[in-house]
């Protein structure tokens, strides 16, 4: 499979109404200030997107706009895993149906999987479809459930999964995915905004970023910088994207993210209940890092 997932692609945020469904205005506004601000993709219905609390309804709703408003400017990605194999197949079946170019498949959450069933759960995924996959790996939000090196090295046997999204924060974790599955046409994006640049650096393609919702240009200046071999001006670029990533622990995962778009101005609308809005005051700790930033 010649698909490789490459640059900076935010996990975007899922707007809402006040009544906490999808915001289909501002879902299209968000993608197309994703999109002009240089993204090299989008990726709808992930964590940062809440993809733990919408619908099938919602998520099916979510994808198909993304997709329509992208109109093919740049690839559109989509959050497919799930608790149990059957589902994420049939969610998987439903994004290759709208049209999305490629799919992430989180590890099962609540359960705490083998390795031997993780396999099992990709293969028969990857089996079901002839998009392009990206694993998922987040111990953080999966109750400690981490794919392997040797698992992630298996798995990139398989010819339509073709990459892996590391929200681990371990680096020795990312650099041994990189160096185990090198010369594969395997690709490894970081999926800690505060790592873009070391996960470039060690041989990685890119990154999955939520902070990319917010600053989508100092995020895609990381990577464009470090394609150009300007590695200063890269690493200027992630040192300028790191106070927002340190700013998540203002609030429950993940609002910040919602709070900071709707100080630049963009409609984000709450979080999916019971995650609440910030207080006064880590709302204005929040505003004064985004004109740190130089986002205001």
Known sequence: MTFAPRGILPAMVTPLNDREEVNEKALRSLVDFLVDN????IFVVGSQGEAYALSRDEKKKVMETAVEQAAERVPVYAGTGAVTTREAVELTRMAEGIGVDAVSVITPYFLSPSQEELYEYYKIIANSTSLPILLYNNPGKTGGVSISVGLAER????????????SSGDMTLTGEYIRKTRDKGFSVLAGRDTL???????????A?????????KIAVDIYEHFVKGDIEKAREAQFALAPLRVAFELGTFPVVIKEALKIIGIDAGPAKSPVKDLSDAKRQELKEILKGMGLL
């Open 155 to 166: 798995l990139s046997q398989i010819e339509n999964i073709v990459g892996i999204k590391d």
């Open 38 to 41: 240089g993204v090299h993709g």
């Open 196 to 206: 873009i640049l070391s996960t470039l650096l060690y041989g990685g393609s890119g």
């Open 208 to 216: 999955i970023s939520a902070t990319a919702n917010v600053a989508p």
